[in-house]
């Protein structure tokens, strides 16, 4: 009995240290790929994103983005992710960002808001997209980046407070 007891006790040792090693290669190795990554993108989408228009502006500023006209639009068929990243893609599945039966319609990096091209970015859905441009504008994308990415482990995709801001922003300016 006592074999199988060092057997358990071993075996739940190892998983916690497991759990520990999986955050630190989170943490330290794969978010930092990631958040360079989408530094890249946001410029990419930068130079070959169109501005807001006159109504996306207003929008924008009432949301309170400083610099609205930083903010572009970028058409996409597929919003992008680093697939070519291992790692970085079973994170991302295991995240919930991609896999089967995932569409990602729109995202923000930095100022720069891809959209999945037959994706209708009515005002609800900009503002919700242009919360997000906010919430990094507030801080920065590394920092959004790790904040996002723990509450999505923590708490879900729709209970992440990040989220749960955009949202609001949702029903606020859906009319309703």
Known sequence: MTVVKSIFVVLILSLIGLAAFYEDIVSKILLPQYIEWGYETE?????????LDEEGLKLAKDIGVKSPEKIRIVS???VPFPY?????KVLGESLGFIGEDII???????Y????????ELDKPRLAHEIVHVLQIERSNFKDVTFQH???????????APLEVEAFKANKKYSGS
Do not use: M, T, W
Not at 43 to 51: F, I, N, S, T
Not at 84 to 88: I, R, V
Not at 112 to 119: A, T
Not at 149 to 159: E, F, N, T
């Open 43 to 51: 410029a990419q989408g930068l130079k070959l994103g169109v501005p």
């Open 76 to 78: 996409v068929d597929v």
């Open 84 to 88: 070519d990243n291992f790692a970085l």
């Open 104 to 110: 990602n319609e729109a995202q923000a990096f930095g």
């Open 112 to 119: 720069s808001i891809y959209v999945r091209k037959g994706y």
């Open 149 to 159: 990415l723990s509450d999505l482990a923590k708490y879900g995709y729709s209970k």
